[in-house]
Each structure stands twice: as C-alpha cells, then as structure tokens.
C-alpha cells in the first residue's frame, strides 16, 4: 500500500503520485500534510533543501482549490525565476488529473503583457517572484485581495536577497483572513518578523533540528593559500572521476572566470550567473541536467532554481558573505536520502567562518589535505581501468577486427593492456610531473585564530610602496583593502604589506620582484566604473601602525591622474555564450580529465568587481556589494 494513502489525499493525486513513482513520503511531506489538509490554518514548516517542500504544500493546496472557480484563489512567492519554473511544473505534475485547475508562473526576464494575459484567462494558482508581483500588483495587472492560500517558499533566501520590502507590501495587498504556509530551511529574525506580523498562531514543523545541516551531507575543507586555490579545485576534481558537482563562488566575476579557466583546461564545465540571458541560463541548466556538464559554476542566486538529481559534491570555492548561506548551498547535494559531499576551499584568514559554520549546522568539518598528484594518478589509473571493463561492446565493431587485429599483431596481452592505458593516462603523469604538489596549510592550533588577517610589521628595507588611487570612501578598510589586493594580484599572504588607507586614496608595500605584476595588472582594473590608477610612491610607509592598522607616518597625495581608456572586457565562455561549455574540442572533455599541455594553471578568478548588479533579470532585488576577503563592504541597496 503506497503510505501517500494514508495521508489523506484525494484519488486523483494518488493517481498523479503513482505515475511521478513517489512511493513514500518525505518527513516534511508526513509532517504538513495532514495538518493542511485537515482545517484552514497558519503553517510554519523548517526543512533543508531538497526534502520534498514543494510536494509538502503542493499536494494539500490543490485539494482545497476550487477548479470551478476562475478567481485567483493561491500566491506561491519563490526566490528565484527558475525556482518559479519549477514549482510551477511540479504543480502542473501533480493537478493533471485536476480539470480545469490553471497554474501561472510570474518572473522577471519575460513578457509582463503575456504573463497578465495568461492571468486573464483565468489562474487559480500564481507562483512569481517577489519583484515582479509588486510590479504586477502597482500595474494592476494581477488582483490577489480574495485569494485563500499564500505560499512563501524558500522565505530565508528570499529575505536574504533582499525581498523583506516587497513579501510585506504584497501580504499587505492580501486579505487578513488567507492561510498563509511559511516554508524555509532556516529561521533567521525576518523570517521570525513576517510570521509574527502576518500569521496568526501557526503550526510550526521542524524537520530535523532547527537550522542544522542535512543528515546525509558530509562536511569536508581544505586549508590552501590563495594563490593555490584553483589548483586545489582541480586536484579535488581529478581525485573524484564522477564528480558531478556545483561549484560556489560568490561574484559573476569570478563565476565567469573559474568556468572559463575549467574549460580551458579541458574540464566539461560551465558558469551561472545572473548576467546569461534566460535562453543561455535554460541551455545551461539543460546540458547539466544531461550531464554533459560536470562542474557547473554557480552564484548563490543563480543556483537556487537548481533541483537536479544524484548531485555528489557542492565545492565551496569562495565561502558565502552570509555564513548562513552554506546551508543553502550543501543542500544542492545528500537529496532524497542519497550521500552528497560539501566541500570548502579555504585560506587561513577564513578559518573562523568554518567554526560559525559548524554551529549553525549543528555538524563538525573534517579537515582533509589536498591529494598528491601520485595519488591523483593512482585514482585516474583504476578509474580507466574499471571503466574499460564495465564498457559495453557494440558488436558492430566486430567487422572491423581484423584490421585492428593485422595493427596490433605481436603485442603481448600485457604490452596492449600497458599501451591502452597509456592513450589517455599518460597526460596525467606528464601534468602532475611537471607541477608541484600544494602545500597544504596545517591549521593545528591557528584554527579559530585571525591567520593573515593581521598585517605583518615589516621594515621598508628594499621593499617598494605604491599609491593607489582607491580608499574609504570607496568602503575600505585596511584589511578588505589587503584582501582585494591579495586576490586582485593572486599574491601570497605576506606578499602585501604596510596597507595604509585614507580617504580617496591609500599606499601598500610589497617586495620589488612584483613590481611589475603590481603596475600592469592594477592598472588595467576597473572599480565601480573608474579606473585604479596605481604608482610607485616616495612615501616610504614609515612609523608604527595605530590599532586600526593604518600608519603613523608619511605624506600622501590628495590625488592622482587617472589613465583615459576603458577597460577591456573579458571574452566570452566558449561553446557559444557566456555560460556556455566548449563543445568545440577534437575530443569531447573526459569524465575529471583535462588538457595537460600547460606547464601551470592560469592564475585564480580574476579580481573582484566592486559593483553589483542584482540577479535573476528584473526580479528587482536590491543589489549587494560584494565583500573582500573577510570584511564585508557595507551594503548599498539600489534597483534595477
């Protein structure tokens, strides 16, 4: 007997759970169904991503609509547009056998004459996005003031993206008296607000503990310097074959530029972010579905529509600004029961993000090492040789054996083995011969400490100090200043120094054999629309350090010249488009294999922008400034 029976639901969503293949329901599912369906009441549900929310309200809510009735009867409010898509397709899934109930999906990046069209005709149910609701709402282009039923979905990530303004006009817009169900996987104060301000007594189910980590996910980092951590992200690729991962970093920028890198060195890759168009985010989102992306590059924003099966890793390239935001991400893996692996690549000055982490999900990291490229090797090796054997044989081979047979004549069973394995393995012993293995940081007893957050004091004796035309008034401190500086230049830990900000400009030191790197790369980036103008500085950086980090001694200048000219634009993904993956190669990319004729990988992500600009098209999200290293930079929120 399917256990969905005993839940309540009408015979026509058996029919519809029969042919989905559900066959047991999920806790949450369990836990809220009931509930919903037994009176009209206010609902509080905590749960993790990926443990059925959507089926949880889905199922009770189509009961209770009325298909009779064309009126707008339910809001379902989401995040993101492809978490809008989606709902709005496991709805349609699950009323097919429903007649005459009509789903509408409401999103930025689409016709907002269409979408008020397909309103008119009659949509029992709406599932939109905060901004574009409000739009439709201030347009009068959607009437919500007698509908019974409100859904937020996913309400902390919509809360953290900036939504709190338009989730409480669009509540406000709504009748008092509506059932509103609240699902989120954590319960941050907003969220704690909207429930207090707009429902009345609600049921509250948690799944799991409050806020915690996903039972099933395993919690693994990796201590690197930061000029090592794309190699890192490589070695941990070739060390799992079958990755098929979603890999975080925390600007467009960077997205951009990690995928970019990926293909280039032959990996089958490919980046989200909020600048695709819907047409390149769906082709994406399409060939990762297919798996013929292994590692897809995501922002925070961009990944929340991703609900793909068997996901084995989340990697964590970049930590998110908000910590909270990691169990977002670890939920893309470890769903419906099945193990997943998140992993974080980490530097010392973030070590004491992991110890926030590990207290809000309730779970313990483990600290691992990168692997050895002898051990990368070893793995590559058995690889191959368990998927030759587990190759199928397409007997329409058979005709062309004796040919084969006349050009591998004389060869011993041992020698053909040795020269097969060789085709592809010999590009990883030649890669990993000529690269070093990464040192790995020993976090030990430094863990929890600041690590290289601290300016290091060092004597001027030979080194050299630049000025830069950027400081506080562009949100700068000392230390986000040393980080963006570390990360723009993809220098060491000590490698920038004596970092002295004032107000419209600032001075750092480094040591003279990267003059050069200094004064090419930083003079080509560009900072919220202007150019950095940097140059070697008289100021000789002299005197102690105040408790702010910043120097006693040395004139500075109140300004520079900028340099005319605009900053050239990075090029396009390959394989036709900015997320697009190459496709164009003489072979398609191997499973963890890359192109090993590069004697060093290019340098890590980029530089980060400074300006942000919203994901997710029109959805209206105020923007957020993106942080540097540890210190995040004050938000400004804007619109688009």
């Known amino acids: 007997m399917n256990k969905f029976e005993q839940l309540g639901l009408s015979e026509s969503?058996?029919?519809?759970?029969?042919?989905?293949?559900f066959e047991n329901p999920t806790e949450v599912q369990e836990k809220a169904i009931p509930l919903l369906l037994e009176k009209d009441t206010d609902m509080v549900a905590l749960a993790q991503t990926g443990t059925g929310k959507t089926a949880a309200f889905g199922f009770p809510l189509i009961q209770k609509i009325d298909a009779n009735?064309?009126?707008?009867?339910?809001?379902?409010?989401?995040?993101?547009?492809?978490?809008?898509?989606?709902?709005?397709?496991?709805?349609?899934?699950?009323?097919?056998?429903?007649?005459?109930?009509?789903?509408?999906?409401?999103?930025?990046?689409?016709?907002?004459?269409?979408?008020?069209?397909?309103i008119k005709r009659g949509a029992q149910i709406i599932v939109a996005t905060p901004g574009r609701m409000q739009d439709m709402i201030n347009r009068g282009l959607v009437n919500i003031s007698q509908i019974n039923y409100c859904i937020l979905d996913e309400a902390d990530e919509m809360l953290n993206m900036g939504f709190y303004e338009d989730i409480v006009n669009i509540l406000s817009t709504s009748p008092d008296e509506k059932s509103t169900w609240l699902f989120s996987a954590t319960m941050p104060q907003e969220v704690a607000r909207i429930a207090k301000q707009f429902m009345h007594e609600p049921l509250e189910i948690t799944v799991g503990a409050k806020n915690s980590g996903s039972a099933t996910v395993s919690h693994e980092f990796y201590l690197v310097n930061a000029r090592d951590r794309y190699e890192a992200l490589k070695r941990l690729a070739d060390a799992n074959p079958d990755i098929f991962s979603v890999v975080f970093?925390?600007?467009?920028?960077?997205?951009?530029?990690?995928?970019?890198?990926?293909?280039?060195?032959?990996?089958?890759?490919?980046?989200?972010?909020?600048?695709?168009?819907?047409?390149?985010?769906?082709?994406?989102?399409?060939?990762?579905?297919?798996?013929?992306?292994?590692?897809?590059?995501?922002?925070?924003?961009?990944?929340?529509?991703i609900d793909v099966d068997n996901?084995?890793?989340?990697?964590?390239?970049?930590?998110?600004?908000?910590?909270?935001?990691?169990?977002?991400?670890?939920?893309?893996?470890?769903?419906?029961?099945?193990?997943?692996?998140?992993?974080?690549?980490?530097?010392?000055?973030?070590l004491r993000k992991i110890s926030s982490i590990e207290r809000i999900i309730k779970q313990k990291f483990e600290e691992k090492t990168i692997p050895s490229g002898i051990e990368i090797c070893e793995i590559q090796l058995l690889h191959l040789a368990n998927k030759i054997k587990d190759t199928e044989v397409d007997h329409e081979i058979d005709n062309y054996l004796p040919a084969i047979n006349n050009v591998l004549e004389g060869l011993s069973k041992e020698e053909l083995i040795k020269k097969m394995v060789s085709v592809e393995f010999n590009r990883f012993i030649a890669y990993y011969k000529k690269n070093r293995d990464i040192s790995n940081q020993s976090s030990g007893s430094e863990r929890r400490e600041r690590g290289d957050s601290e300016p290091r004091e060092f004597n001027n004796n030979g080194a050299v100090r630049y000025f830069v035309n950027i400081g506080s008034r562009d949100n700068f401190d000392w230390m986000s200043l040393k980080d963006y500086l570390k990360e723009t230049l993809d220098l060491g830990r000590d490698d920038v120094f004596k970092v002295d900000v004032k107000e419209g400009f600032s001075f750092f030191n480094t040591d003279?054999?990267?003059?050069?790197?200094?004064?090419?790369?930083?003079?080509?980036?560009?900072?919220?629309?202007?150019?950095?103008?940097?140059e070697i500085s008289k100021n000789d950086g002299g005197g102690r350090r105040d408790h702010n980090g910043r120097s006693g001694g040395g004139a500075g200048r109140s300004s520079a010249p900028r340099?005319?000219?605009?900053?050239?634009?990075?090029?396009?993904?390959?394989?036709?488009?900015?997320?697009?993956?190459?496709?164009?190669?003489?072979?398609?990319?191997r499973e963890g294999g890359f192109r090993s004729d590069r004697n060093s990988a290019p340098r890590e992500g980029g530089f980060r922008s400074s300006t942000p600009r919203t994901e997710g098209g029109s959805d209206r999200a105020p923007r957020r400034s993106e942080s540097f290293g540890d210190s995040p930079r004050p938000r400004r929120p804007r619109r688009d």
């Open 13 to 21: 969503l058996l029919k519809a759970i029969l042919d989905l293949g």
């Open 69 to 118: 009735n064309r009126n707008t009867q339910a809001l379902i409010l989401s995040p993101t547009r492809e978490l809008c898509l989606q709902i709005t397709n496991e709805i349609k899934n699950y009323s097919k056998y429903e007649k005459g109930i009509n789903v509408v999906a409401i999103y930025g990046g689409a016709s907002i004459t269409e979408q008020a069209r397909d």
């Open 249 to 305: 970093c925390r600007t467009k920028r960077d997205t951009q530029a990690v995928a970019e890198k990926l293909i280039e060195d032959g990996y089958s890759a490919a980046a989200l972010h909020g600048d695709l168009s819907q047409a390149q985010r769906d082709g994406v989102m399409k060939s990762f579905r297919g798996r013929q992306i292994q590692m897809l590059v995501a922002t925070d924003v961009a990944a929340r529509g």
């Open 311 to 350: 996901i084995t890793h989340v990697v964590n390239y970049q930590l998110p600004d908000e910590i909270e935001t990691y169990n977002h991400r670890s939920g893309r893996t470890g769903r419906a029961g099945k193990l997943g692996t998140s992993i974080v690549i980490v530097t010392k000055s973030e």
């Open 512 to 534: 003279p054999e990267h003059t050069d790197k200094v004064m090419e790369v930083l003079n080509n980036v560009q900072l919220e629309g202007r150019r950095i103008n940097v």
């Open 563 to 589: 340099r005319e000219g605009s900053f050239a634009p990075r090029r396009e993904g390959s394989g036709g488009g900015v997320g697009g993956f190459r496709s164009d190669r003489n072979s398609a990319p």
